[in-house]
């Protein structure tokens, strides 16, 4: 029986206390909702004095304690007798769409009908980031519009704090000020590397106790400036190329020769088959041997073509190359020749 009595016991203590939590929660939201129907009569009594400074701070404190769209209504029209034509368009426009009970229709319509005649009437602030570093961000009044850059936002009248900040960039601490209606205000928002994020490169290193080495053209701080100075070559690479090329279309142009005197072969080894130059298409043999002849013709062509104008080439690239005395250029040639049984090709590409 001790064991039942103890599980008895816990439970009643747990159910003391969570009524004991309840009443207290009840007494303090009965607490706030009474002091917030306080300052929302104080509100309305201070619209009626057109005092809507005060009004709208009382307003404000009574949404805050207890939440009500009846109050946001009343505080549009504070804000919008008090100039504040984009804080009254905003609080319209939440009415309107978010009042959705039934038996406030007609303020929801009257909200937005507010709404709809204080927008051509807005004015707004642009702002412009052309490069943003990587981390912008921008707050305006505090709050964080990074994600509005580049667009068209209302702002009530008045100066407004523009603070924008990123890694590796000072801060930027700017004022606008919005006037009139029916304005826009662009703001560029441009921020500066700080010093400390300067590549090494931009700053010359300090010797000599501090002095900095001068860099080329300045005439400051002593030291000479630097020049660039001209290496000569005995000779240009481009003469070896050259010599090189015309050896390599020499050789191919020798081995042109060879496929000429093959083709050749083939060609009289074929006429000793057919003697007056018809054969039948069954003799296989004498086909093989005219196939061959004509196949080595060809390579034996192309192989002289492609040696003459590598030679061509290579005396070119030897009687331009630069003498003593000349910056040497960067040059580079590469040869590919190809050949096989039925085709030749000759690849020629460099820099010159």
Not at 37 to 58: C, D, H, I, P, T
Request: aromatic share 4%; charged share 20%; hydrophobic share 40%.
């Amino acid at each position: 029986m001790k064991p039942r009595t103890s599980r008895l016991g816990v439970a009643w203590l747990l159910t003391v206390l969570v009524l004991s939590v309840a009443g207290t929660a009840d007494a303090q939201r009965s607490a706030d909702v009474t002091e917030a129907n306080a300052y929302f009569q104080r509100g309305l009594a201070l619209l009626k004095a057109k005092n809507y400074v005060e009004a709208s701070e009382a307003l404000e404190h009574s949404q805050k304690l207890n939440p009500g769209w009846g109050t946001v209504f009343n505080l549009a029209l504070c804000y919008r007798l008090s100039g504040k034509l984009a804080s009254a368009w905003a609080a319209y426009r939440d009415v309107a769409q978010h009042d959705v009970t039934p038996k406030n229709r007609e303020r929801r319509n009257e909200a937005d009908r507010q709404a709809k005649e204080l927008e051509p009437r807005l004015s707004r602030l642009l702002l412009v980031a052309n490069h943003p570093p990587d981390g912008l961000v921008v707050r305006l009044d505090g709050v964080d519009v990074t994600g509005l850059l580049g667009t068209e936002n209302p702002v009530d009248n008045g100066e407004h704090k523009l603070h924008a900040s990123a890694p590796s960039h000072d801060d930027l601490d700017s004022t606008a000020t919005i006037s009139g209606e029916g304005k826009t205000v662009t703001v560029s928002i441009e921020l500066i590397r700080t010093q400390a994020s300067v590549a090494p490169s931009d700053h010359p290193p300090p010797v000599d106790g501090g002095h900095p080495i001068a860099p080329p053209g300045d005439s400051g701080g002593g030291t000479p400036p630097i020049k660039e100075v001209d290496t000569e070559t005995p000779r240009s690479r481009r003469a070896t190329y050259g010599v090189i090329v015309a050896a390599s279309g020499g050789a191919l142009f020798a081995t042109g020769l060879v496929f000429g005197q093959l083709a050749s072969s083939k060609w009289s080894a074929a006429q000793d088959e057919c003697p007056e130059r018809i054969c039948s298409n069954a003799d296989a043999l004498n086909h093989g041997l005219v196939r061959g002849a004509r196949a080595r013709a060809d390579i034996s062509t192309a192989l002289l073509i492609g040696g003459t104008a590598a030679i061509g080439i290579g005396v070119v690239l030897f009687i331009s190359a630069p003498g003593r005395g000349t910056r040497a250029r960067s040059t580079a040639l590469r040869i590919a020749p190809r050949a096989s049984a039925d085709a030749v090709s000759l690849t020629l590409d460099g820099r010159f």
